[in-house]
């Protein structure tokens, strides 16, 4: 990445590698100058400005275009633009992921840190989406192993690089599947990967964003109108129903427990539908928990029906061919992959979306409002017992 305007003639590129936080790696890119390269160790990672200390991360001088001159001689003159914000998008390599990941990276303004299980097929999905590559790091992230979150967690914090928004996105779809298939600890996959993992990796990473010095934090879990039961998209069966959670209580194993949060047997779909209750709870669960002593935004999401993505992979042709139309000609509920790419970018970096705790949904005019959540979907006392249960099941408690 060229650092413009630079008050020496030789054009300068941050070196990609991340270094070990104070350090990083100046080159000569220019094509004609001679070539150097310069070690330089930052002593102090702050910056005053107005009279402010504000810390300025690595992350933060890789991602940024100001010029090296422009901080050396007016600092005061640095406004919170200075650095791009860094997200965390869980699930980036496709469908609604991806488009976010694109819609930020447009901005100008954003760093994505594309958290994905398929290094290889995110980095092909990076590219032939179009985002620049200065814009975008990927790291590797299983949701189905906690031990892979906390690899990540490591990772990400050996980065150097400061977290300001998170967005648990990724998700799985098994409705076809007549056994149930299970996490690296063995618990139900969908359970697993969209509400267990997500669960710890939100965790794990509140603290990082607590530290975040950028003007606006938050924290996103997308969530979804079929896990929601007072719309009709929400009364196709099989319905969400968490239930008392006595299936989740008991480790949803399948050998001593059953793999359903309500404790019934195995369905696929339905499975899908309650981990996206359990996304909607635990969203609320954070705000009532640490809104109010961190400021940081906590919401959820229905982008729309985005029917042309990955999640539909494991359903039978048929519905994959007919479910596009259906929703663009008969629901009228159809998104494409870009327009709910925008709607999710929304929250992230939005002024207007900041207010905390709130189900975010965009009518006929694409215009953002707060939806209603069904009763299961805002009932606190099941939010608080899902909590308190995800906990132990993640080892935190
Ligand atoms: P996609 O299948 O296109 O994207 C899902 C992403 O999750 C993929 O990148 C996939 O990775 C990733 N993923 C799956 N399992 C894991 C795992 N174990 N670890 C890490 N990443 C994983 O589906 P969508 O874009 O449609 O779904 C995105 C979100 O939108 C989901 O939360 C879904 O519930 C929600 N949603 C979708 C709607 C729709 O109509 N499509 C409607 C409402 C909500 P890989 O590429 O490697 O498979
Ligand atoms: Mg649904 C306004 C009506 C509406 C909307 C917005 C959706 C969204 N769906 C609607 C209605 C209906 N769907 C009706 C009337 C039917 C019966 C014919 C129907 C069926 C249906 C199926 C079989 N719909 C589905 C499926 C799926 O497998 C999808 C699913 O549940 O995935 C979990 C799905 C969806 N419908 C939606 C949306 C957004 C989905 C997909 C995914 C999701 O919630 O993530």
Request: proline share 4%; hydrophobic share 40%; net charge positive.
């Amino acid at each position: 990445m060229a650092l413009q305007a630079v008050s020496f003639s030789p054009k300068i590129s941050i070196h990609k590698d991340v270094y070990p936080a104070g350090t990083f790696v100046l080159k000569n890119t220019g094509l004609s100058e001679v070539p150097f390269s310069v070690h330089i160790e930052v002593k102090s990672k702050s910056l005053i400005y107005r009279n402010k200390e504000v810390r300025v991360p690595v992350g933060a001088v890789r991602a940024q275009t100001a010029s090296v001159s422009e901080i050396k001689q007016a600092p005061q003159e640095v406004n919170k633009t200075l650095r791009k914000g860094n997200v965390i998008i869980t699930g980036a390599s496709s469908g609604l992921g991806l488009a976010t990941a694109k819609a930020l990276a447009e901005t100008g303004k954003w760093h994505i840190i594309m958290a994905c299980r398929n290094f290889l097929k995110a980095q092909m999905a990076a590219k032939s989406a179009g985002v620049a590559k200065e814009n975008y790091t990927i790291m590797h992230l299983d949701l189905a192993s906690l031990e892979s979150i906390r690899q990540f967690v490591d990772s990400f914090r050996r980065s150097g690089m400061p977290l300001d928004v998170l967005v648990c996105n990724a998700a799985v779809y098994l409705p076809t599947a007549k056994e149930p298939t299970f996490t690296a600890e063995g618990f139900e996959l969908s359970a697993g990967t969209n509400h267990l993992g997500h669960f710890l990796l939100t965790r794990l990473l509140l603290d990082d964003i607590k530290q975040s010095d950028y003007p606006s934090k938050r924290v996103i879990i997308v969530g979804s109108i079929t896990g929601n039961t007072n719309t009709l998209a929400g009364n196709v069966p099989p319905k969400a129903n968490l239930g008392d959670l006595r299936g989740l209580a008991s480790g949803l194993n399948g050998v001593n427990s059953s793999t359903m949060i309500d404790g019934g047997e195995f369905d696929g779909a339905k499975a899908y539908k309650d981990s996206k209750v359990c996304n909607m709870l635990t969203m609320q669960e954070l705000h009532r928990r640490y809104h109010e002593e961190t400021g940081i935004t906590f919401a959820s999401l229905y982008p729309g029906c985005i029917a042309t993505t990955g999640l539909f992979r494991e359903h039978i042709p048929l519905f994959r061919l007919l479910f596009p139309p259906f929703q663009k000609y008969i629901t009228k509920g159809y998104v494409s992959e870009e327009e709910a790419g925008k709607r999710l970018a929304q929250v992230v970096g939005d002024p207007s979306l900041e207010q905390s705790g709130v189900y975010w949904s965009w009518n006929k005019n694409s215009a953002s409002f707060q939806n209603q959540l069904s009763e299961e979907a805002s009932d606190e006392e099941k939010a608080r017992k899902l909590w308190e249960i995800s906990e132990k099941l993640v080892g935190l408690a």
